[in-house]
């Protein structure tokens, strides 16, 4: 398949599935989503980032998946992604909201390599690359507004980790796979325990039966 086309079709393909979430795209963000794939998919070749390595499903269950937070961002303007490892969820929430001032953290050396070198790639602005992991960093000097991750399985550690960046005023959004209600009662528990509430549950299925995916979003008492 002629590389023009095969383009062709992994935009329509964005375009189509990031508007089933909600979240439509312009041109130019579309443009930088393919950059990010091409450094992606090149950069895979020699180091694991990704055992996804189709372009389709690279589209769906990392770009599309990584933006389906964005329709409740609302008025966020810094994000911090924890565990960030080949930059999701957040460079492609910065690709879409890019007044956001974006930090993503990872304990991986080569993840950090692979990051600083997506950014340059995509002419991002306002994006901080860190290395180590968040509890070892300094704090910022603003509270963010939003705390996200897509990198933690189970939501105890998550919360352990984070409880003490979560100012009033911001959200931790955690990006967890398929629940069900008895969970979501442990969800309060050990919300409560890091007095944290459990604000919003958000059960979602990624377009063409990609996978489910839940968003659960916390607050300070």
Not at 23 to 30: F, I, K
């Amino acid at each position: 398949m002629p590389a023009r086309v095969e383009k062709e079709g992994v935009l329509a393909l964005l375009h189509e599935t990031s508007r089933e979430i909600g979240v439509r795209l312009s041109g130019r963000q579309a443009e930088l989503f393919w950059l990010y794939l091409q450094v992606l998919l090149e950069w895979n070749k020699t180091f694991p980032l990704t055992s996804v390595t189709d372009p389709a499903d690279i589209v769906i269950k990392h770009f599309v998946d990584s933006l389906s937070p964005l329709p409740y961002l609302g008025a966020s303007t810094s994000l911090l992604d924890i565990g960030s490892g080949a930059g999701f969820p957040g460079i492609p929430l910065k690709i879409a909201a890019p007044d956001l001032r974006l930090s993503l953290v990872d304990a991986n050396r080569k993840k950090i390599s692979f990051l600083k070198q997506v950014v340059r790639t995509l002419e991002l602005r306002e994006v901080a690359v860190r290395h180590g992991r968040i509890e070892d960093l300094p704090p910022p000097e603003e509270p963010y507004t939003t705390i996200i991750s897509r990198a933690f399985r189970r939501l105890e550690p998550l919360l352990e980790m984070v409880s003490p960046l979560i100012a009033p005023g911001c959200t931790l959004i955690a990006m967890l796979g398929p629940t069900r209600a008895p969970e979501h009662r442990l969800f309060r528990e050990l919300a409560s325990a890091h007095g944290l509430k459990l604000s919003q549950i958000v059960p979602l299925e990624l377009p063409r039966g990609r996978g489910g995916r839940t968003l659960a979003f916390f607050r300070r008492g």
